[in-house]
């Protein structure tokens, strides 16, 4: 089975400051997908960015990005020129390829962003 | 569209009563799945479903009870509430791979509170 960790349970960053979500995850597969979601205090779990386990460039939204590090099974995400707006828990997911999309989440960090 | 919706949003139970939550979809996508959101932690699975007269047990399926007998609709059944059930639970739905990244979309969750 496959877990994932984040290690962070909170984290704080100032508005328009740079800061970097830790995640990493066990598996032995060797196509999947990963995701972050964004739940902030309405509940609604929003999808920030994913990535594909076979691509090599890291991917890119906007002011959000990922560092992909296949051989280490780490997957942290930078969110750019914070904003209030970004005030949310932060959830990494895995998909394992061919098994009805099934997501495996981590546990959240929440973070908070502050004037 | 509406996307995934969830009926109700609250809604407090005393032990052994029963209840559906409902969860409606119209994007016409094959998978649907429940989760549950403890305090604190991340969805896990609860139960999942491929297609119209199809369901299987996700991670933890025990006290619940699914049917998909339409594609739009994928109800879950709590009989005989516990404490243990208190949680928020969501609802998603996505579509089969073929050129897209299986992106679960989810619904705004209901809160359940078992007294």
């Known amino acids: 089975a496959q877990t994932v960790t984040q290690s962070q349970p909170e984290m704080s960053v100032q508005e328009a400051e740079t800061v970097t979500l830790s995640c990493t995850y066990d598996?032995?597969?060797?196509?999947?997908?990963l995701f972050w979601y964004k739940q902030p205090p309405s509940r609604q779990m929003i999808l920030v960015i994913r990535?594909?386990?076979?691509?090599?460039q890291n991917a890119t939204e906007n002011r959000f990005s990922v560092n992909f590090q296949k051989a280490a099974k780490s997957f942290s995400l930078k969110i750019s020129d914070s904003q209030l707006g970004d005030t949310a828990m932060y959830f990494c997911?895995?998909?394992?390829?061919?098994?009805?999309?099934?997501?495996?989440f981590g546990t959240g960090t929440r973070l908070q962003v502050t004037l | 569209n509406a996307g995934v919706t969830q009926t109700p949003k609250f809604r407090i139970l005393k032990i052994g009563q029963s209840m559906t939550l409902q969860c409606t979809q119209d994007?016409?996508?094959?998978?649907m799945y429940w989760y549950r959101q403890d305090p604190g932690m991340g969805l896990k699975l609860i139960y999942y479903?491929?297609?119209?007269?199809?369901?299987d047990k996700g991670e933890v399926p025990n006290g619940y009870n699914v049917s998909r007998s339409t594609t739009e609709d994928f109800p879950l059944r709590l009989e005989l509430a516990a404490p243990s059930q208190t949680s928020v639970y969501f609802c998603?739905?996505?579509?089969?791979?073929?050129?897209?990244?299986?992106?679960?979309?989810f619904g705004p969750g209901t809160r359940l509170t078992v007294l």
């Open positions: 994007m016409n996508h094959n998978y």
């Open positions: 997911a895995f998909m394992k390829d061919g098994t009805a999309s099934k997501l495996t």
């Open positions: 990535q594909e386990a076979y691509k090599q």
């Open positions: 998603a739905s996505s579509y089969p791979a073929g050129g897209h990244l299986n992106e679960q979309f």
């Open positions: 598996t032995s597969e060797n196509n999947y997908y």
């Open positions: 479903s491929v297609g119209a007269g199809i369901t």
